[in-house]
């Protein structure tokens, strides 16, 4: 086996494990640049798109074998009803959670959001079963790109979808919150949101929107991790929602880019960890950077330094 040829396997690998750490840590910026605080019920929102997604698949009773023309348009459905459904949820996080608490002390909404996180964690339990959930792999088939002593380098058709879905949301995204009126609002609200509401615009709304904008794009970060991995339980939201934020806070938290780009190295980074050392300390890789990036990245690597506001 060629290094070069495995090296380049995993690389394929991590991009499309980043990609998708790299949509749940969208959120966590954005809930942070517009409230500046961690939504910490976003790892469980990925969750409930990821059970939503499964579900809708099974009920639409998509399977490989479905023509090709026909799947993708199933596929879109379920996006479109994990993005719904979950949108839903991440609404009432902010309306039950942190809207009746933005005056008080800084804790008191994070400490709700840890109840939203465990209660929804454990309706998913008793509603789902506790037990792991498998699919039949729907999207199969791939490329091979190179091939040395045996080892073929391999991107499947899920791989390239995932990637290219993400690129695509992100641009979407960005000229969204560039260019568009509620982008402006965000921004507004993210310098000064007393000074934006004199000014005519509805604070509450926007900081609604944004929770929604975040919990949809985890929503299609659960649907792609159902589809490539095929297996998920209740308690996938804590793992994938630390390693999101440890992508949030390395990226800088309160960039969009720089989500996208902790995604992309926390991925990298699991992937060849995995394949170089020990899968067992996989997670404690990730660990141990989000401290590292604490300690000397405070600001992350896109972030702006805090300014305090006098």
């Not at 942190?98 to 998913?124: D, E, H, K, W």
């Not at 498998?134 to 080892?151: A, C, H, N, R, W």
């Not at 649907?223 to 390693?243: E, H, R, S, T």
Request: net charge neutral.
């Amino acid at each position: 086996m060629g290094h070069m040829e495995y090296f380049t396997q995993q690389l394929i690998n991590g991009v499309t494990l980043g990609s998708i750490y790299g949509l749940i840590a969208i959120g966590y910026t954005m809930v942070y640049g517009i409230i500046g605080m961690i939504n910490f019920a976003h790892g469980d929102i990925f969750m409930v798109g990821s059970f939503v997604g499964l579900i809708a698949l099974v009920v639409l009773g998509v399977s490989a074998a479905t023509p090709f023309f026909l799947l993708i348009l199933a596929l879109l459905v379920v996006i479109a009803i994990a993005m719904a459904l979950t949108a839903v949820w991440g609404w009432t996080v902010e309306r039950i959670a942190y809207r009746p608490l933005r005056g008080s002390f800084r804790l008191a909404p994070l400490i709700t959001a840890i109840g939203m996180s465990i209660t929804l964690q454990n309706f998913v339990q008793i509603s789902q079963g506790a037990r792991v959930k498998p699919v039949q792999p729907i999207i199969t088939g791939g490329y091979s790109l190179m091939e040395k002593d045996g080892f073929v380098v391999q991107i499947s058709n899920i791989q390239i979808i995932i990637v290219v879905l993400t690129v695509i949301l992100m641009a979407g995204f960005t000229t969204l919150i560039s260019k568009t009126s509620l982008g402006r609002a965000q921004r507004a609200c993210e310098q000064d949101a007393r000074m934006a509401s004199l000014l005519g615009i509805n604070v509450d709304r926007t900081i609604s929107l944004t929770f929604v904008m975040g919990a949809a794009l985890a929503a299609v970060a659960g649907v792609m991790f159902v589809l490539y991995y095929g297996v998920i339980d209740f308690y996938i939201g804590f793992l994938a929602g630390v390693k999101a934020f440890t992508a949030a806070v390395l990226g800088g938290i309160g960039s969009l880019p720089g989500a996208m780009l902790g995604g992309l190295l926390i991925g990298l980074i699991e992937t060849f960890w995995s394949a170089y050392f020990s899968i067992e300390y996989k997670d404690v890789a990730a660990f141990s950077i989000l401290v590292i990036a604490l300690i000397f990245l405070p600001s992350g690597l896109l972030g702006r330094p805090e300014v305090e506001k006098v």
